[in-house]
């Protein structure tokens, strides 16, 4: 067990490497609002906003968060383990504006300007910190959101996806199946590893799209195709020919392809996600003596506006042994005779979409007179 925690503790160790020193500040005005003082962001940037956020670990993490007056989807990315927002800010801009998103971006625990130190289960406080703020602050649902890992970020990137079932997409650059695969070349899960991404990503029920390149040097190109397979449901991958570990935002079909997803997700429109969530839930099945059964004919399953089933609460089945139907109009309330021999008249109410009698029928002996009848009903 000791020896499993120092493996652990060797593995978290060797995953993190905040830029030191840190590339930003962050600072708070008179009025309390939040800026960032950096030679590589502008501090006139008003589409962006600067948050503090507190996580459950105790820490105050940075975000950043770019809006785009045209974006329907909201993009929250999770940055490798050798970057803060300092180096990150051009990059955020331009997949703001090319993708047409907004964008949420933030530094874990140790990084930049944000407190603690850094660790497997400090990030996944993080990134749940920065989603309660997208839902509570900016009213982001998790149907518009996009979670994107790089690296090490794929870990809390997938921790997120695995509980959130309505999620719109996830996106793993150059991911990792797990920590000690990476530096072991492990071919097996053990208790002591970190970042079980093999095991959380059988759980995303949303499309996810792998991009990996092929001459990796850090994390081998296998991690990104065996990701890629056990997805439950795996969008077109992008394998860059050539691409390293920490370069592929400067191949043209990086861009080009992302925006293909991006456009992709936007059309998956909330009936198709409500449908597949059906699909995927159990069929619910009624035992043989259970009182809520319907009636031996199916034909109740069709919801018409029609008079209530006489065996079930359900709608009325269209069965020709029913002889005690009703008035569909729900401002007649003359009940139909059950007798055939009677003559007595059906509801005339205009509303009425059954087949009813047109003429008012009146008994003189045994004689029958028609009368021909105007008007919404009877008298």
Not at 244 to 255: A, F, Q, T, V
Not at 265 to 276: A, G, N, S, V, Y
Not at 289 to 310: E, H, T, V, Y
Not at 333 to 360: D, E, H, I, M, Y
């Amino acid at each position: 067990m000791g020896m499993g925690c120092s493996v652990s503790h060797l593995a978290a160790k060797l995953a993190f490497f905040p830029p030191r020193p840190s590339t930003y500040q962050v600072k708070k005005k008179e009025d309390g609002k939040v800026v960032v003082v950096s030679s590589t962001i502008p501090n006139d940037d008003s589409s962006m906003d600067v948050r503090l956020l507190k996580t459950k670990r105790g820490n105050k993490i940075v975000a950043f968060y770019l809006r785009n007056p045209y974006a329907r989807l909201t993009l929250l990315y999770s940055h490798g383990n050798a970057a803060d927002l300092g180096q990150l800010y051009d990059l955020f801009v331009q997949l703001k504006l090319n993708l047409r998103v907004n964008l949420m971006g933030y530094d874990y625990s140790g990084y930049g300007a944000s407190t603690g130190k850094p660790s497997e289960y400090d990030t996944y406080a993080d990134i749940e910190a920065v989603y309660e703020c997208l839902e509570t602050e900016y009213g982001v649902s998790q149907e518009d959101m996009i979670l994107y890992g790089q690296s090490v970020g794929s870990g809390p990137t997938l921790h997120l996806a695995a509980k959130l079932p309505r999620l719109r997409g996830v996106v793993l650059h150059s991911a990792i199946l797990s920590g000690l695969r990476v530096l072991c070349h492990s071919k097996v899960t053990l208790c002591f590893d970190i970042y079980k991404n093999i095991n959380k990503i059988r759980k995303v029920k949303c499309p996810v799209l792998v991009i990996h390149g092929t001459e990796d040097d850090v994390v081998n190109w296998f991690h990104g195709t065996e990701l890629w397979k056990l997805a439950r449901e795996p969008y077109e991958p992008l394998w860059i020919k050539g691409g390293g570990h920490c370069n592929l935002e400067l191949y043209p079909d990086y861009i080009r392809h992302l925006c293909k997803f991006v456009l992709d997700m936007e059309k998956l429109t909330t009936q198709i996600r409500l449908r597949k969530i059906r699909q995927s839930l159990p069929r619910r099945v009624y035992p043989n003596n259970s009182a809520n059964k319907c009636c031996r004919i199916r034909c109740c399953r069709i919801r018409l506006w029609k008079p209530k089933c006489l065996t079930c609460s359900r709608p009325r089945c269209i069965s020709l042994k029913c002889l005690r139907p009703r008035c569909v109009s729900l401002k007649c309330l003359r009940p139909r005779c059950v007798s055939l021999k009677c003559l007595r008249p059906r509801c005339l109410s205009l509303k009425c979409l059954r087949p009813c009698c047109s003429v008012r029928l009146y008994r003189k002996e045994r004689n029958v007179y028609p009368v021909f009848v105007t008007g919404k009903g009877f008298a």
